[in-house]
C-alpha cells in the first residue's frame, strides 16, 4: 500500500509540476523517474494534481475482529483520589462518541485508596467504573501503570480510549499504545464516532494552518489524547452504582524507577483558569513593548500570555503560551494584541466566550476566529484606549 | 556514560498553508533547523560530558538534508552523529518512527542515557520519545527540569507533574524526555566547525536493522492514516472594525463596557 508512481504518465514538465505541489518537497526527478522520499506524510496532495499518474493504494481488508473491541474507555486523571477536571469533560464526549453504536462508557482509575473516590465517575456518564487500587499503585510510576493498563486493555478490549493530555496522560498514552501496537493520535480537538466504530481524530497537523483528520482503521484500540478545556463538562447526575476491583499482581508492580520525593509546587500563574487573558504575538516587537501590553492586562485585571515564537524569544514562560504545544484556556474574554492567528495558536483558544483581536494586517487568520477584529496598530489603539479609561475615571 | 540524544530537523517556518480555492497544500519558502525544543536536551547532555567526559551521540531520522543539524550538533560538542535514512521509512506515524529510532538506537551501540526534547515544532506530538523507550523495553520519564545526581547505574531527576515536582530515581539504561527552558543552550562551534569540517556522521539503513520486516516501518508500519487535511472552518459571526485608530480604541472601550469588563 501506499503511493503508486506510474512513471509512464510522467513527463519532466509534469513532474516539474508534481514537486512544485508537495508541501514538503518530498519528491524528486532523477533520470527520467519521478520518486519520493521520506519527508512524505501522506497528505495525498500529489495525488489529486496528478490526473492517474500517482494513485493512492488502499490497505486490504482489515486484519481484526473489530466485534471484539467495544466500548469508549475514559482514562481518569486524578492525584491522590483527586479526579482532574479533564476527566469528567472526556466522560462527557465518550458519552456522545458511544451513543452512535449504542456502545458502553467505560471509566479506568488507576491508584491507592481510590475505590470510594471513583464512584464519581459514575456520576458523571460512565456505565461501568473499573479500579486497580493497591498499595504499589499509589503514585504514578511508568512501568506499573502501563502493566495494569495493558491487563485492562486485554481484559476488557475497549474499542475507543480517551486520555487526557496532562503530564501522565501523554507520558503513559504513548507507551501503552507503542505496546499494544496500535495508532495514538494526540491533542485532538474535535473527535466523531463512524458507525463502523472507527474513531474519527481532528486536530491541526504539520504544525501549520492545516487541520488533519485522522483515522485508526485496521488497529484496535484506537487512542487519542485530548488536552483540558477543549470539551466540556456534563452535567453531574448522582447514581449509586459500585466500582468494578480488578486484580493487581505482583508482576504489575515491577519497575526500574522509584520515586524519592513529591512536592507540591505553589500553584502557577496559571492561564488556563484564567477568566480574562491577554496574549501578546509577534506584532509585539521588543521586549520592552510588552510594558504596553501588561498595562492593558493590569488594567482589565487579566493574566498575560503569549505565542510560541515569545516563548522561543525567551520573553515568556511557556506556561504562558497559549496554543497546542502551550495550554489551552477558555476565558470569558481573551484580547489577542498583534498575534496572527496560526492554527497552532488558535487550537489553543477557540473554547473562549469573547475574542477580541487587534492586527494590522487585514487578512491575518486570528479575524477568523475573533468575535470583534480590529484592523489597526497596536502601539496606538492601546495607549489610546488607556488614555480614554484614564479620563473617564 | 554513554549518552544519546534524538534529535529532529524541522522546517524554519512551521507555517504549511491550504490554498482556499485548491484544497492544495501551499510548502513554507523557508530552509530548515534543527528542533528547537532539542537544544535543551542537547544541552544536558553536554553539560555531563563538560563534567566526566562522557561521550554524547547524536542521532536523527529524516532526508538526506537532516545531516545538516547532526553537523549542527557535532560543532556544538557531540562525539558521534547518526543519521537514520531510507525511503522504506516514508509516511511514518508516531508509532513507526518511534520503532524505527529504536531499531536505529540499537545500532547506534549500547547506551545508559537517551535523552529527548519535549516535542518538535513540525508534529507537536511530545509522543515519540515515549514509545522510543517502550520499543527500547526501557524506563522514561517525561516534563523532567533537572537532573539531580547520577552514578554508574542509576540517575536522579526531577520532573513536573501538572502541580507537583516529582523527585525519581531510574536505573540505567533510561531514557528522559526534557522540557524546554530548562538551561541554557549553547550554539555551535565555529572552532570546532572549522576543525571538523563536513562532519562525520553514520548513516543507518532499513539494510542495517535488526528487523527486516518491511511492514513494521513507514506507511505500512503506521496504523493512523490521514484520511484528509482541510483549513478551519472560519468564524462567520465576527465583526471586522477598521479605521482610525483612536476609532477603533473607542470601539474597544465600548465593547468591553457592553459585555461589562470595564
Known sequence: MGLIIHNNLINEEKARALMGSCPFGAMEYKDGKLSIG?????????????????????????????????????????????????????????????????????????????????????????????????????????????????????????????????????????RVAARLHTGLTADCTSLEMTESKDLVQIRPAFGGNIMARIMTPNHRPQFCTVRYKIFSKPPRIESDKKPIAMTVTPQMLASHARIEEIEVKSPDVDISEADVIVQAGRGVKTQKDLELVEALAARLGARMACTRPLVENGWFSAKQQIGLSGRTVKPKLLICVGVSGAVQTVAGMKGSDCIIAINSDPEAPIFDVAHYGLVGDLYKIIPSFLKELDNVQ | MNILVCVKQVPGSSAVKVDDKTGLLIRPKKGNKLNPYDLFALQAALDIKDCDGSPVSVLTMGPPQAMEAISECLW???????????????????????????????????????????????????????????????????????????????????????????????????????????????????????????????????????????????????????????????????????????????????????????
Not at chain 1, 499518474?53 to 486484519?63: G, K, N, P, R, Y
Not at chain 1, 465517575?121 to 499509589?138: E, I, M, Q, T
Request: glycine residues 8%; negative net charge; proline residues 4%.
Open chain 1, 38 to 174: 521520506m519527508q512524505c506524510k501522506m497528505c495525498k496532495a500529489c495525488v489529486r494534481k496528478s490526473d492517474g499518474a500517482i494513485t493512492f493504494e488502499e490497505e486490504q481488508a482489515s486484519l481484526i475482529d473489530k466485534s471484539l473491541w467495544n466500548g469508549v474507555l475514559v482514562f481518569c486523571e486524578h492525584y491522590e483520589g483527586h479526579i482532574h477536571n479533564v476527566t469528567f469533560e472526556l466522560l462527557g464526549k465518550a458519552k456522545e462518541l458511544a451513543k452512535v453504536n449504542d456502545e458502553p462508557v467505560l471509566a479506568l482509575m488507576i491508584g491507592h485508596n481510590i475505590t470510594s473516590k471513583a464512584q464519581e465517575l459514575y456520576n458523571y456518564g460512565a456505565d461501568s467504573v473499573y479500579v486497580y487500587d493497591d498499595p504499589g499503585l499509589k503514585d504514578f510510576l511508568i512501568e506499573p501503570y502501563a502493566n495494569v493498563f495493558e491487563d485492562f486493555i486485554k481484559a476488557v478490549k475497549p474499542s475507543a480510549i480517551l486520555v487526557g493530555a496532562t503530564n501522565v496522560g501523554r507520558s503513559l498514552a504513548p
Open chain 2, 76 to 262: 556544538m560538542g557531540c562525539d558521534e552523529g547518526f543519521l537514520i535514512t531510507d525511503r522504506v521509512f516514508g509516511g511514518a506515524d508516531v508509532l513507526a518512527t518511534s520503532y524505527t529510532i529504536s531499531q536505529g538506537i540499537r545500532k547506534a551501540g549500547a547506551q545508559d542515557l537517551i535523552l529527548c526534547g519535549k516535542q518538535t515544532t513540525d508534529g507537536d506530538t511530545a509522543q515519540v520519545g515515549a514509545e522510543v523507550a517502550e520499543h527500547l523495553g526501557i524506563p522514561h520519564l517525561s516534563n523532567v527540569i533537572s537532573i539531580v545526581r547520577r552514578d554508574e547505574s542509576s540517575v536522579t531527576v526531577k520532573a513536573l507533574q501538572e502541580n507537583l515536582i516529582v523527585t525519581e530515581t531510574l536505573e540505567l539504561p533510561c531514557l528522559l524526555c526534557l522540557d524546554a527552558d530548562i538551561n541554557t543552550p549553547r550554539l555551535p562551534s565555529y572552532k570546532r566547525m572549522k576543525e571538523m569540517g563536513e562532519a562525520k556522521v553514520k548513516v543507518l539503513t532499513f539494510a542495517d536493522f535488526e528487523d527486516q520486516d518491511k511492514s513494521h516501518y513507514g506507511l505500512k508500519g503506521s496504523p493512523t492514516q490521514v484520511q484528509k487535511v482541510f483549513p478551519p472552518e472560519k468564524n462567520d459571526n465576527r465583526v471586522l472594525y477598521k479605521g482610525a485608530d483612536d476609532k477603533l480604541a473607542a470601539k474597544l472601550s465600548s465593547i468591553l463596557k457592553e459585555r461589562k469588563f470595564i
